[in-house]
């Protein structure tokens, strides 16, 4: 069965960096074009990066600049590093595939950006 397992957010001041980690069991990060996604509250949920299985990426713009997808396929793990956070950067964020149909929506993990 297919699991999708967040992880790593937190609450952060501006600023600094969080590293997220989505564990993915019951399909592979490498034959599966990837993504992560964030939804705060009242606000639709929406596409925040991307990677392909040959490695490109995409970014929303909201966050190109400060954010990285990567992925380690040997350990099917897809990461989200997070660099200068903003208090809009505040959500539930999620990873599932980059397009449809997705896998169903894991817990995700809270990212609270707050001074």
Do not use: H
Not at 25 to 54: C, D, F, H
Not at 84 to 100: F, G, M
Request: hydrophobic share 35%; proline share 3%.
């Amino acid at each position: 069965q297919v699991q999708l397992v967040e992880s790593g957010g937190g609450l952060v001041q501006p600023g600094e960096s969080l590293r997220l980690s989505c564990a993915a069991s019951g399909i592979s990060t490498r034959v599966n074009a990837m993504a992560w996604y964030r939804q705060a509250p009242g606000k639709q949920r929406e596409l925040v990066a991307a990677i392909v299985t040959y490695g490109m990426t995409n970014y929303a713009d909201s966050v190109k600049g400060r954010f990285t997808i990567s992925r380690d396929n040997a350990k099917n793990t897809v990461y989200l590093q997070m660099n200068s956070l903003k208090p809009e950067d505040t959500a539930v964020y999620y990873c599932n595939r980059a397009t449809s149909p997705m896998y169903s929506w894991g817990k995700g993990t809270l990212v609270t950006v707050s001074s």
